[in-house]
């Protein structure tokens, strides 16, 4: 708990999340990007060769489960399965948020 505000999201937290279905050629790396820096949340986020979507979120916790939560749908044109989503140990590498090619 943050002792200023009482507030557990003020807590940073990592999150690795994968997310399966049509998630690719719909600009969802892209649009999980921008969504990603307009809440401060560092990290990355690359495609993999079997279709899905990887991405690892640092942030507070508030800001990472806006995107966990806005990954459950995507970008218009995906058709997302399921979000798998495991928590990490955070390690405040990222600096912003990138797209790895």
């Known amino acids: 708990m943050n002792p200023e505000t009482n507030s557990p999201d003020d807590f940073s937290i990592c999150a690795h999340i994968i997310i399966r279905g049509k998630v690719q050629g719909v600009y969802f790396r892209q649009n999980l990007k921008k969504i990603a820096t307009e809440n ?9 060769e079997n279709g899905n979507v990887e991405s690892q979120l640092e942030g507070t916790r508030e800001n990472v489960k806006k995107i966990i939560e806005w990954s459950k749908t995507g970008p218009k044109g995906a058709d997302v399965k399921e979000v798998i989503v495991e928590y990490k140990e955070i390690v405040k590498y990222h600096e912003q948020f990138e797209i790895i090619h």
Do not use: A, E, I, S
């Open 40 to 48: 401060n949340v560092r990290g990355w986020v690359q495609n993999l």
